[in-house]
């Protein structure tokens, strides 16, 4: 894979995935309060954070802060 491509879903989810590992074993409580019980904002952020991401990425596009929409 070439430096700088497009790398659909894993792109926009793996700093989505270290977060909740980092918090699952530092904060475990607040994890558990704040999603385990609740796995409606999981389902939210997995949907969300792809759309948001791509968003934004095509904005700084046509403003011309990034050579790729992606």
Do not use: C
Not at 18 to 41: E, M
């Amino acid at each position: 894979m070439v430096r700088g491509a497009e790398f659909p879903l894993i792109d926009q989810l793996d700093f989505v995935a270290g977060a909740w590992l980092l918090t699952y074993i530092f904060d475990f409580d607040w994890f558990n309060q704040n999603f385990i019980s609740a796995p409606w904002i999981i389902v939210t952020v997995l949907v969300l954070t792809p759309i948001l991401h791509r968003l934004t990425n095509i904005f700084g596009y046509i403003i011309k802060l990034k050579k790729e929409p992606w």
